[in-house]
């Protein structure tokens, strides 16, 4: 096992003591689990694994924090602003469509799950909640699979989005047996107002996540 040296005097501590004091993640073979740019080839003194080979400098944990800035300020733009007056159009004919909102808060929040953009997922959680989603059931959107609090055609609908968000990760595309679940339990415009919705969701995480939208500060009613 590895004897690993504390930055704080030099003493030397199992691993365990180490993970402790600094939250550093450590595997065999000279591995340190965090993202690249904080693992450097150094030489001592430092906290770092004693073990053959170049010496892995462990970086102490305050120097992992950062900030979220967006690449440009995509919203302040006009042309963005010419562009969002149609989409957000598009998302208000949806919302006044026939499809009950907590079906449509639900794809929102897992489409954004998908993709990754926080933004929208902080976002449309906090939407739902706000309008008297249960923390259970947002808790549970993820699992959506598992879980025995959604109805046949909310599940039905879940199943869309996602078939719907990774059309690249299937040949095939939407499967005929999600699309037949679906139209189980919704009539043609609320199938129409759904495929628009997944549409649209995607379409707000793609500007998202490629500007790299921070997220965390939304407030409901905060956009109108």
């Not at 595997?27 to 080839?41: G, K, M, S, Y």
């Not at 120097?63 to 300020?73: A, K």
């Not at 699979?145 to 959604?150: I, K, L």
């Amino acid at each position: 096992m590895f004897n690993f040296c504390d930055q704080e005097g030099g003493e030397r501590l199992p691993l365990t003591q180490v993970l402790r004091r600094q939250r550093v993640l450590c595997a065999p073979n000279d591995e340190v689990t965090r993202p690249a740019a904080l693992v450097t080839q150094a030489t001592p003194p430092a906290c770092h694994i004693r073990a053959p080979g170049p010496v892995l400098e462990v970086y102490p944990s305050y120097l992992w924090e950062f900030t979220v800035e967006p690449r440009l300020d995509f919203f302040g733009s006009p042309l963005a602003g010419k562009v969002l007056k149609h989409v957000n159009s598009a998302g208000k004919a949806i919302s006044d469509s026939s499809l009950p909102g907590t079906v449509q808060e639900l794809v929102k929040i897992r489409a954004s799950q998908i993709n990754g953009c926080g933004f929208c997922t902080d976002m449309h959680t906090k939407d739902a909640a706000h309008a008297g989603e249960s923390a259970q059931r947002l808790h549970l959107v993820a699992a959506w699979r598992e879980a025995t609090v959604f109805t046949d055609a909310e599940r039905a609908a879940l199943e869309l989005a996602e078939q719907g968000t990774r059309i690249a990760d299937a040949s095939g595309g939407v499967t005929d047996e999600a699309w037949e679940r679906a139209a189980k339990h919704f009539d043609e415009e609320q199938l129409v107002a759904l495929i628009s919705l997944i549409a649209l969701i995607n379409a707000y995480n793609r500007v998202n996540v490629i500007n790299r939208q921070p997220a965390g500060d939304y407030r409901p009613g905060m956009f109108g």
